[in-house]
């Protein structure tokens, strides 16, 4: 498997961006996709993650309603719209993809792989 993050950039406090993850190598219907972020010299925290097979999705409670996660199947791209972006926001973003479908993992050790990352700063 194969993850591809790209979307990352430099925003204005307030601003918006949309974060992609494509994916390939095999078929993930079964996967879990999650985002996570890490800040300089921070740990890796979650953001969200949904099932790539019906779509349902989960939440950091500090990212409810500022961020949304959704994917494209025809497109096999995860997508993390992040919106009201403000500094505390600027992370290495990564996409990650978890077999275990059973349930939704906070957990980055529960995440089997993994994108490059994608750098969002964020302007005061």
């Known amino acids: 498997v194969q993850l591809q993050a790209s979307g990352g950039g430099l925003v204005q406090a307030g601003g918006s961006l949309r974060l992609s993850c494509e994916a390939s190598?095999?078929?993930?219907?079964?996967?879990?996709m999650g985002w996570f972020r890490q800040a300089p010299g921070k740990e890796r925290d979650f953001v969200a993650a949904?099932?790539?097979?019906?779509?349902?999705?989960y939440y950091a409670d500090s990212m409810k309603g500022r961020f949304a996660i959704s994917t494209d199947n025809a497109e096999n791209t995860v997508y993390l719209r992040m919106n009201s972006l403000k500094p505390e926001d600027t992370a290495v973003y990564y996409c990650a993809a978890d077999r275990d479908s059973g349930s939704f993992s906070q957990y980055s050790y529960d995440y089997d792989y993994w994108g490059q990352g994608t750098q969002v700063t964020v302007s005061s």
């Open positions: 190598g095999r078929t993930l219907r079964t996967y879990v």
């Open positions: 949904i099932t790539w097979s019906d779509g349902y999705t």
